[in-house]
């Protein structure tokens, strides 16, 4: 099992141009949440979704939004990018079966969003 | 409002020497709190959370309430603990983990 598998690794935007990020939860795991981890801080809560739903949301704009495929897997869409958004995005991925689970996360290696 | 805080963002050690890393928590309910781990060219990882009460690669954590803390705790630091480490918390019925900015440890020989 590649466990959580994010893709592209790095890559770079102008402002104001869109960005897609993909990601693959774990085997056996149903809930992808969405981190973003700007440098050296610690991650921050983007969005949850489960069962192809926003699950939960924090405290982030409309300009990121995301979709889940029936197959768990998910995206990260950013609108309008901003010099402010370069960051390190992680995705986790969790399993609502397991009691608490939600919050057990296996986390990705990311992928570097550099905004000029 | 929930929020972690980790006062020291680098901690250096020797080797054989006790480690205690720093996480305060302000939240009004009952959280959930957790300690990821990141190691060098690592994914982040989970070490330890409270209601396991377990002991992890030597590591402890308590939960003290009235302090709203939940330091981690080793006797004697390896040079392999040397990674970043999160305090992380959970709400009741939260599906968010709100996370410290972290501490470098490194653990010298």
């Known amino acids: 099992d590649a466990g959580v598998t994010q893709s592209p690794t790095h890559l770079i935007k102008t402002r104001g141009q869109q960005v897609t990020l993909r990601c693959s939860p774990k085997?056996?795991?149903?809930?992808v949440s969405w981190y973003q981890q700007a440098l050296g801080q610690g991650p921050q809560f983007i969005f949850q979704?489960?069962?192809?739903?926003?699950?939960q949301r924090g405290n982030f704009p409309d300009r990121f939004s995301g979709h889940q495929f029936p197959n768990y897997s998910s995206e990260l869409n950013v609108n309008a990018l901003l010099l402010g958004d370069s960051a390190l995005y992680l995705c986790a991925s969790s399993s609502a079966l397991v009691l608490s689970g939600a919050n057990v996360l296996t986390f990705g290696a990311g992928s570097r969003l550099t905004v000029l | 409002a929930q929020r972690v805080t980790q006062p020291e963002k680098l901690l250096s050690v020797f080797k054989g020497a006790p480690v205690e890393l720093k996480c305060n928590y302000s939240y009004s309910g009952s959280p959930e709190l957790f300690w990821y781990v990141q190691y060098s060219r690592q994914r982040l990882q989970l070490l330890l959370r409270h209601i396991s009460r377990e002991s992890i690669k030597g590591f402890t954590a308590d939960l003290n309430k009235g302090e709203t803390s939940f330091h981690l705790k080793k006797p004697f630091a390896q040079e392999e603990d040397s990674a970043m480490y999160y305090c992380?918390?959970?709400?009741?019925?939260?599906?968010?983990?709100?996370f410290g900015a972290g501490t470098t440890v490194t653990v010298r020989a």
């Open positions: 085997s056996g795991h149903d809930t």
């Open positions: 992380a918390l959970s709400g009741f019925n939260d599906y968010k983990l709100s």
């Open positions: 979704y489960y069962e192809e739903e926003e699950r």
